[in-house]
Structures are given as C-alpha cells and as structure tokens.
C-alpha cells in the first residue's frame, strides 16, 4: 500500500463545477503539499498546509492531522485548471509523493 | 526574482554513459532537491543538499550522486546510464529542508528530459 493516496485518479467536469480531490497518508507528516502540474511538466506549488484550511483565489485545501487527510477544493472550475494536481507530504528527510490526480475541465 | 533554472532541458544519452545535470536556485534558497519522474513511478525523491551537505537520499542506486556548490547551485550526475533512467528530472529549491513546515512553497524548475537510448 502506498504511503500516500489520491483519489480519484482521473476527474472530468464542466466548466463552473465544484470539484474536491482527496489525499489520505499513513505517516507522521511535518506537512503536507498540493502541487499542479501542466502538461510540459512544469510543478507550480499551491499550498503548504500543517493544519487547518488555507484559500487563494478559488482554491481551498484543508488538513485534518489526526484522520492523516487532505482535501483540495476548487470553486468554479475554468478550463485553465486542466492539470494533474499531486499531494505530497513532508516528513523529515523527504517529500513522499501521491500518484496525482488528472483533472479535465471541458467549456 | 529569477526563478530556479534547469539546464539542459532535454538530453539523449546511450547506455553506459554519464550524464550531469544542473540546477539554479532561487537567490537566497539554501535546499536543493532533486526528483525523478516516469509515468509508471511518478514523483520519487532522490536526494537533497543543504548548505553543501546531502541532508537525505532516497532509494537510488549509488550511480546517482550529487553535489552543492557554496553559491547553493546543484549538479547531479547519473554514471553508467540504463535505458531505465529515461525520465523528467526535476529540481526544488526552497528555504528550508522540503519536508519541513518552514517553506510555504516549493519552487521547482521545469525539468530536465534525459532520453537513454
């Protein structure tokens, strides 16, 4: 079993949709990353959480420590946001990364 | 403020050859990481250096090394290419360690394809 999963894997939804994607860990984590990935690889950092909730334009990402989860919630969904969006949680000595999750918004 | 900087940014290497690659942190960014990606592996962690010293290495054979300079700037090499090292190699550079909560972001550089034919 992987340390860290995502679900779903893959997510299509029309434009103006709400949309959650999920990350649960099953280790002791220092924090935890939600990162974007476009196609052509470059890695865009969107959020560090340690705990609590953190917002930024129409993202939201949420930590609740004791259930080891993550969600990242976004409002309004644009095509734009097309992308494969990677939990990866910090301990210590690394970043353990999730398998990501391929979003596809369609207009 | 420039932002990391990954050359080159695509390679082609044969197999049994060296390949150095290398990576430009953000001015003042002390953590340097380095990161392999394939599609059947995704992300995986392979070393960070820290003020010049590798502070942690992932799960690599030992023909994948690195360094830091004293400017903070990274090199990795990979000796003895096999067709399996075909992959994005990707670097991070932040504040502090990465797996930390004293970064609020990563800041990750486009990457390097290295093709081994």
């Known amino acids: 079993k992987n340390e860290v999963e995502q679900s779903p894997q893959n997510l299509t939804a029309q434009e103006g949709e709400f949309i959650t994607i999920n990350c649960s860990y099953s280790?002791?984590?220092?924090?935890l990353h939600w990162l974007q990935q476009h196609p052509g690889g470059g890695i865009v950092s969107l959020f560090m959480?340690?705990?609590g909730k953190k917002k930024h334009g129409r993202l939201i990402a949420t930590i609740n420590i004791q259930e080891k989860h993550s969600s990242l919630h976004i409002t309004a969904s644009h095509p734009r946001d097309s992308a494969v969006y990677i939990c990866?949680?910090?301990?210590?000595?690394?970043?353990?990364f999730g398998t990501g999750t391929r979003l596809q918004v369609f207009p | 403020k420039a932002g990391v900087t990954q050359t080159p940014r695509y390679l082609i290497k044969t197999r049994g050859q060296q390949v150095t690659l290398s990576c430009s942190p953000i001015s003042g960014h002390r953590s340097v990481s380095w990161y392999q990606q394939t599609p059947g592996q995704g992300l995986q962690f392979l070393f960070e250096?820290?003020?010049?010293?590798?502070?942690n290495k992932g799960n690599f054979p030992g023909r994948f090394s690195g360094r830091q300079f004293s400017n903070s700037r990274s090199e990795m090499n990979v000796s003895t290419l096999e067709l399996g090292d075909s992959a994005l190699y990707l670097c991070?550079?932040?504040?502090?360690?990465?797996?930390?909560?004293?970064?609020?972001?990563?800041?990750f550089g486009s990457g390097t394809q290295l093709s081994v034919l």
């Open positions: 250096y820290f003020s010049e010293t590798q502070r």
């Open positions: 959480l340690s705990s």
């Open positions: 280790v002791g984590i220092s924090a």
């Open positions: 991070a550079s932040s504040l502090g360690l990465t797996g930390t909560a004293t970064n609020e972001k990563l800041f």
């Open positions: 990866a949680v910090g301990r210590t000595d690394k970043l353990i």
